[in-house]
């Protein structure tokens, strides 16, 4: 009596095989968040049940189903049998990690003393017509070491990433003056590496540096705001350029006029910097329709763009950063989401994280108010949290996505289906972010 053989099928292809660094199983479900079709996903944010992700040097290499046409993963040397980390997620609920493309991290004192005089009544122009506001944290900051202003932009950072952010934007501003925006600048490039080394091989965080030296007019060029002007084009730009990926500014009648951010924009332009604006928050001063004009790649707060703003925004491919936090700290209409979608528009939301108008750092609180004050579904939200705030830094091709070819940033979740994120609020619901190298 012989053994039955089973007949061997010719159109079955065997099992490829792909190099990987790392490989992450258990996965309830992952929220790709994809801008392609993938194979088992469903819903618009390609969502996959019981999935695996293999990362190979910190890149994505393969996503699916666990068991379902898995390919067989290896090592760049076979022979180490400790070639490849496994990792169990135990059932997480995973998402891309946020990006926070808006943020002021790095400033030292606080406002909170401002903060219960507009609960008092006091509005924010008046504060910054007093002299307060911006330049109560210049002033600060420009008394702070660089030491000091290291070690409290790492506390900052550390909430952060606890909170699920995995690439954060973080800009000057707060120094207003050469020698102190430098100093700020070499203090945010500084975040990335002295991060790393505190950091396992799968932890980690990405800082991308932005120029904010038109945040406000210094007291000691009152009365000289063309001079200041001056020192932003002629010195601090061409110094900064190889500190700075972006140069942003702020465009608005308490700080500076369409055709001062022009110029200073134009100038980072031609020295290589992408361009950022602070957009029509307390009035409709023209940042969005200069955005536009100039190509920029975000417009952020735009409490009071128009349609024909947002309209030249769309044709420019200028994404919109919504900033909720703004609007809740200071008590303000928050901005209808709705608007900015149904004109096609990329919408992203940030924190804004700043001392004066918006002092949280934690996205999922920016993702539940646009949820519940700005119109936004959880689809939305989560888009605009992650690929569309890639957008917003011009790192989409890279980042914000789970997709082959894309870095690994990962937010794990201590939920059970990814329908409880904005509908349980007020709590931290991250377990843990990875991104394996």
């Known amino acids: 009596m012989t053994d039955e053989v089973q007949p061997v099928d010719p159109y079955q292809k065997p099992p490829t095989t792909i190099l990987a660094s790392t490989v992450i199983r258990n996965i309830k479900q992952l929220v790709t968040v994809a801008q ?42 076979p022979e180490d049998s400790n070639g490849i980390t496994l ?7 995973i998402t891309p990690g946020f990006v926070d493309s808006h943020t002021h991290l790095v400033f030292a004192g606080d406002r909170s003393e401002e903060f219960h005089l507009r609960r ?10 007093q002299g307060r506001g911006i330049l109560t944290t210049m002033q600060a900051t420009r008394e702070a070491s660089e030491e000091e202003l290291q070690q409290s932009a790492l506390a900052r950072l550390a909430s952060v990433r606890q909170h699920g952010t995995t690439t954060v934007e973080v800009k000057t501003g707060y120094g207003l003056s050469k020698e102190t925006e430098e100093t700020c600048l070499r203090v945010i490039n500084s975040l990335n590496a002295t991060w790393q080394e505190s950091l396992s091989s799968l932890d980690s965080i990405r800082v991308v540096p932005t120029f904010l030296g038109a945040h406000s007019v210094p007291p000691e ?4 705001r063309q001079r200041y002007v001056d020192l932003i084009v002629e010195e601090m730009l061409p110094a900064f350029v190889h500190l700075s990926r972006f140069c942003d500014v702020f465009c608005e009648r308490e700080a500076f006029t369409v055709e001062e951010c022009r110029r200073i924009l134009t100038r980072a332009k031609e020295l290589g910097y992408q361009l950022k604006v602070h957009a029509d928050q307390l009035t409709p001063g023209g940042g969005a329709r200069l955005a536009a004009e100039l190509g920029a790649t975000s417009a952020d707060h735009l409490d009071f763009a128009t349609d024909e703003d947002l309209d ?7 994404v919109a950063t919504l ?29 804004d994280f700043n001392p004066g108008t918006s002092y949280c750092e934690n996205m999922q609180m920016m993702l539940g108010l646009a949820m519940s004050a700005m119109g936004m579904s959880l689809e ?22 789970i997709e082959v070819g894309k870095r690994c940033e990962l937010a794990l979740w201590s939920i059970q289906d990814y329908h409880e994120i904005g509908y349980h609020f007020g709590v ?8 394996p190298k």
């Open 221 to 224: 060029y009152r009365g000289q």
């Open 380 to 401: 939305e939200a989560l888009t605009a949290t992650t690929i569309n705030g890639a957008r917003a830094l011009a790192l989409h091709d890279q980042i914000g996505s």
């Open 428 to 435: 931290n619901l991250i377990h843990s972010v990875l991104m």
């Open 36 to 77: 392609a079709p993938i194979e088992g996903a469903s819903g618009p944010l390609q969502v996959l049940e019981q999935a695996v992700i293999a990362v190979h040097k910190g890149s994505i290499v393969w996503i699916g189903q666990e068991g379902v046409n898995e390919p067989h993963f290896v090592a760049d040397n």
């Open 312 to 318: 030249a925004m769309r044709e420019a491919g200028v």
């Open 120 to 129: 008092a009544g006091v509005s924010y122009g008046e504060l910054l017509a």
């Open 87 to 93: 990792i169990d997620a135990r059932g997480a609920v």
């Open 323 to 351: 900033l909720p936090g703004c609007s809740y700290t200071l008590r303000t209409p928050y901005p209808s989401a709705r608007r900015f979608l149904d004109r096609g528009l990329h919408v992203a939301l940030a924190t």
